[in-house]
């Protein structure tokens, strides 16, 4: 598939939740506001968005058309402010995830704060402010994580650790750090993280594409440079290898678009398989449209290196 069409598929899967950009996009970013989503808080639902302004700006990067990068700006500046922000301080409270049902209904599927949604819009304010709300036993010599905080971070909402947090959470803030303006501004969270990785990666085993996709993508920013790295991501490799080909029937689309973002060669074998070949992919449940823009992830994925791509295939 050529660059150009992977763009057009990339587009057509975003402009499916967005609404149209592709008439005059230079004239239309300036002016530009997203429609609601279905299944978000106020039509906003953290994840969708966060996807959405990666394929923007790989668009924009990858095309060299500034439009993208202006949508991107504009959707960032869609998400709400919660109690402890300011004018000055607009990430001091936390971002929530925009589920529709109350953090306190009976399912405990509600409304909160989901430790690796954050990650994927975190800054330096962001990052300070839901460190000490997440990760706790912070004095002993074995730190835990939440899961899941409550909207206003007042409170747990799910007391279990997620597979990739401590990982994900090491990565990042180290990539932050290293291009923030006060270089280790971050290093007590990065050593508090850099411990429960090293209680981590030996253990981490997943069956979940989305999750081991996600895992590779962290992991080869220190491929290389960290011993971990390079064996988390032989660890991920053989877990994802091993992932049990099923009909479309039992599996997710936006998961196994997850499993895309490095591995080129499974790129158009899981596509192929889902009937809209890279829109939204045939969400089996409505709800979960939204979040397919993983979808236009999987398609433009952006350039992965070297070294690792020569490892996955």
Wanted: aromatic content about 10%; proline content about 6%; hydrophobic content about 40%.
């Amino acid at each position: 598939m050529s660059q150009t069409e992977r763009h057009s598929k990339a587009i057509t899967a975003f402009q499916t939740l967005y609404s149209p950009i592709t008439e005059d996009p230079l004239l239309k970013a300036s002016s530009w506001a997203p429609p609601a989503l279905a299944g978000g808080h106020r039509g906003r639902y953290l994840w969708t968005d966060a996807f959405a302004v990666l394929n923007l700006v790989t668009l924009g990067t990858t095309s060299s058309n500034p439009a993208y990068l202006t949508f991107a700006a504009r959707l960032i500046d869609t998400r709400a402010r919660l109690p402890g922000a300011s004018d000055a301080h607009p990430l001091a409270g936390g971002l929530r995830i925009g589920k529709e049902a109350d953090e306190d209904d009976p399912s405990g599927d509600g409304d909160g704060q989901y430790y690796h949604y954050l990650t994927l819009w975190l800054a330096v304010e962001l990052a300070r402010a839901i460190h000490p709300r997440f990760v706790y036993d912070r004095a002993r010599a074995r730190l835990r994580m939440y899961w899941k905080m409550s909207v206003y971070l007042a409170r747990p909402a799910v007391r279990r650790e997620g597979n990739l947090d401590p990982i994900d959470g090491y990565a990042v803030y180290s990539l932050l750090d290293r291009d923030a303006q006060e270089r280790g501004v971050l290093a007590r969270e990065i050593g508090e993280y850099r411990r429960m990785l090293e209680d981590k990666w030996p253990r981490y085993v997943s069956d979940d594409p989305l999750d081991l996709g996600m895992t590779l993508w962290t992991a080869h920013w220190f491929d290389g440079e960290e011993e971990w790295a390079a064996r988390l991501t032989q660890r991920a490799i053989t877990c994802l290898r091993a992932y049990p080909p099923r009909p479309t029937t039992y599996r997710l689309a936006f998961r196994e678009s997850g499993a895309c973002k490095l591995w080129e060669r499974c790129i158009e074998q899981i596509l192929s398989a889902w009937n809209r070949d890279g829109d939204e992919m045939s969400a089996q449940d409505a709800s979960l449209v939204p979040i397919t823009v993983v979808a236009a992830s999987a398609v433009v994925p952006g350039d992965s290196p070297a070294p690792l791509s020569k490892i996955l295939d």
